[in-house]
């Protein structure tokens, strides 16, 4: 599965280890009580993150930094991994639902039927995963993943040569979800190179998804996407963003009072126990944080 509820995670049996993939490398922690995080860089041009082409250019160097960071030792018993990809691999979406059914088989053909026209590829061929967040009167706001299988089964290649099983597949903007405040109406502005995620989330429930390319990290750049951002959750969500959390901009005290001054927002940085996450390893930071409350 691509996306699983965040919820589920801590009801299950932890995997070996959890890798988060980044154009810039790959960040890694096995997993236990207090984990510690290796980053294992990547020569540039080696990945280019995309939806919509092949996004592994070197794929002797990646996995070269893959067995380098398992070990380099074979097993028979393959062991469980979890995959934490960049959110520019694929496409995310939150769908509402008047009434969405309880088949899962429905639930699918629904969900395939409403982004058939609005993601770049073919969704009939691609993996599909979902969270549906169920509201008053039965409305559900469905977070959705979607990316086309072969670019899936490119990142889980290396992995598997090395007697690795990545049973669990999910995005680095899910899983640092797990390090964000539910309180109140906010938005997570999460940078990774050229990409901006912006997520959206009204009292825990995600209520909207943005992925994109932005021209530079600059000011300049980030506020042309965050300004028509606040515009529509206020003419949309019957409020003001109350909250921005800073992933990955360097959050020092200037760049967040600048944000604060400019936007008239509370500013604060994505925190977790291991320390500040940064671009290339909030998924991986949150997600740990979810097998134990001092990762």
């Not at 932890?14 to 980044?22: L, R, Y």
């Not at 549906?132 to 990142?155: C, F, T, W």
């Amino acid at each position: 599965m691509l996306l699983e509820s965040l919820k589920r995670l801590v009801q299950e049996p932890p995997p070996a280890m959890a890798f988060e993939i980044s154009e810039a490398g790959i960040a890694a922690a096995r997993i236990g009580s207090k984990a510690e995080v290796e980053f294992r860089p990547l020569k540039p041009g080696s990945l280019s993150v995309s939806p919509l082409k092949e996004n592994i250019l070197d794929p002797d160097e990646f996995s070269l930094a893959v067995r380098a960071l398992a070990g380099g030792r074979g097993t028979r018993k393959r062991k469980d991994v979890a995959l934490i990809l960049p959110d520019f691999s694929t496409r995310m979406a939150v769908v509402d639902f008047d009434e969405f059914p309880s088949d899962s088989k429905e639930q699918l053909s629904l969900i395939r039927f409403r982004l058939k026209r609005s993601v770049p590829f073919d969704v009939e061929l691609a993996a599909v995963s979902y969270w549906a967040q169920i509201g008053a009167n039965k409305r559900a706001d469905v977070l959705v993943v979607l990316a086309p299988l072969e670019i899936i089964s490119r990142y889980e290649a290396p992995f598997r040569a090395a007697g690795m099983n990545p049973g669990f597949v999910t995005t680095s903007a899910v899983s640092a979800l797990e390090l964000a405040p539910e309180a109140g109406l906010s938005v997570l502005a999460k940078i990774t190179g050229r990409v901006l995620t912006v997520v959206v989330r009204d009292k825990g429930v995600v209520k909207l998804v943005r992925c994109l390319e932005v021209a530079s990290q600059e000011w300049d750049d980030i506020v042309a996407v965050l300004l028509p951002t606040f515009v529509y959750v206020e003419d949309n969500l019957s409020g003001r963003v109350e909250h921005l959390i800073l992933c990955g901009f360097g959050e020092s005290d200037e760049t967040r009072g600048r944000y604060r001054e400019e936007l008239g927002v509370t500013t604060e940085p994505l925190r977790s126990p291991l320390g500040i996450p940064g671009e290339n390893n909030a998924g991986l930071l949150g997600y740990l944080r979810s097998f134990a409350r001092n990762n």
